[in-house]
């Protein structure tokens, strides 16, 4: 009872403090049994609050945000901090554990050595829904984010692990949904089952970080999404190419999906000077594949990495976006997950034939392969 009043007060100051939109959850740690709902429709706000409740043993949500520098003189380094509420189960990348809410850093210093290390949270975790955007704490792990409009800030302070430090998120692009732009009635489902919603495409981030008695410290390309499923990753996927990058002047990211059933499905978006280009999941709109050594598609458990991907991205009236990344692996986990860092290069080809000139940038992206 007495709980139960104070968790009100807290509530109705976070409500004074923040607006009337803000709605507060608190994720228990323990999975919970029976069944699980997930929100697949957008309802025009919300579009950073947990989708799945509650967290059972085969779902997943989690707050993914990441950095790759822009600075090619530090051209490896990135980091990477994911925000889990994810059964076991659901998401089998991780190591065992009997908490659902953990957080997982892994970094990316100049000279392209990895660090990465998971904190369990074991009081659970509170997320804090706010108009569009988030605030989340995962208790005890020294770990949380917090936001200034549409700017967000992932705050580190986790000397058990040796880690502190803050990654900073200056939006430069619009949020989205796979299919269009962050407004009402938009289905969220970047595939059949996996609940997608990008908060921050694209933002001029800065990271300031003590790794052990390493200080990684680098400007970047910024990015924080969410994805949620209240059914087993492994139910729906057979292999998928995610990720984003700047290329001159704009912001993009793209989403290529094999499902068990051998669909397709895409997701592409572009924007510049603060605009969306393009958002969409038309089916043939973008097309990821991979080039150079172990090209086969689709990858499978015994393809080798690629040594690069071509990308064609279909803007429409704006025209075609061509693209070229090349693979410098960060993290491997096992056959089946690969994480890169790479140069893009690309060029759009207006509709009205005249090219344009080539472009640079850095991109973040990542393979997932599940059968053979
Ligand atoms: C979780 O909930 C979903 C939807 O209600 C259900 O299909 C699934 O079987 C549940 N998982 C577990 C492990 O109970
Ligand atoms: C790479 O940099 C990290 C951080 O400064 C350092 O700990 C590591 O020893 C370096 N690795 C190599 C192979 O030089
Ligand atoms: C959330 O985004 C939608 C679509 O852009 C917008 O209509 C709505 O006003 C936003 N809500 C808040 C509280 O900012
Ligand atoms: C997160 O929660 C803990 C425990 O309630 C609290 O001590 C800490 O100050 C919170 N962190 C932030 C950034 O709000
Ligand atoms: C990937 O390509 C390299 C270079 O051609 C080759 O040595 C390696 O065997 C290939 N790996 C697989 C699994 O096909
Ligand atoms: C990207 O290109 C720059 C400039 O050519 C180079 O210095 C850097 O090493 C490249 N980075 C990667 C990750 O390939
Ligand atoms: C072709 O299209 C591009 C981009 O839309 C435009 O900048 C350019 O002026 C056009 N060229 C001609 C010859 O129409
Ligand atoms: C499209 C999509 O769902 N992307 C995200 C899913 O989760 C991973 C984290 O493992 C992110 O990297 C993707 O951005």
Known sequence: MARKLLLRALLSTLLLATGTSAKVYNIPAAVSSGGSSALFKSTGTALDAPKVHPINGSSFDWWYFDVVSTD????????????????????????????????????????????????????????????????????????????????????????????????????????????????????????????????????????????????????????????????????????????????????????????????????????????????????????????GQNDTYPPTLSTGSPSGYHITFDLAEAGTLEMDIGVIELLVNGAQYLRSVGNISGVVLPVNGSSGDTMHGTALYEEFKLIN
């Open 72 to 291: 090619p003189a530090v051209a490896l380094a990135s980091v990477v901090v994911v925000f889990y509420t994810s059964a076991g189960a659901a998401f089998p990348f991780l190591s065992p554990s009997d908490s659902i809410t953990r957080v997982q850093l892994s970094v990316s210093f100049p000279n392209g050595t990895q660090f990465t290390t998971v904190v369990d949270a074991e009081a659970g975790a509170t997320v804090v829904s706010d108009g569009n955007v988030s605030s989340g704490n995962w208790t005890g792990t020294g770990f949380s984010w917090g936001h200034s409009g549409a700017s967000y800030t992932v705050v580190i302070d986790a000397p058990q692990v040796g880690v502190q430090g803050s990654i900073s998120f200056n939006s430069v692009a619009p949020a989205h949904y796979p299919c269009g732009p962050a407004e009402a009635g938009q289905d969220m489902q970047v595939a059949p089952g996996i609940g997608w919603a990008n908060a921050v495409p694209d933002a001029v981030s800065s990271v300031e970080l003590t790794v052990g008695d390493t200080v990684l410290s680098f400007t970047g390309a910024g990015y924080h999404d969410k994805n949620w499923s209240n059914e087993l990753f492994t139910a729906s996927v057979a292999s998928w190419y995610w990720g984003h990058g700047r290329l001159g002047a704009y912001s993009l990211v793209w989403f290529d999906f094999l499902a068990l059933d051998g669909t397709e499905y895409v997701s592409g978006y572009a924007a510049r000077d603060g605009a969306i280009v393009a958002a969409t999941c038309k089916p043939g709109s973008i097309r990821v594949r991979p080039t």
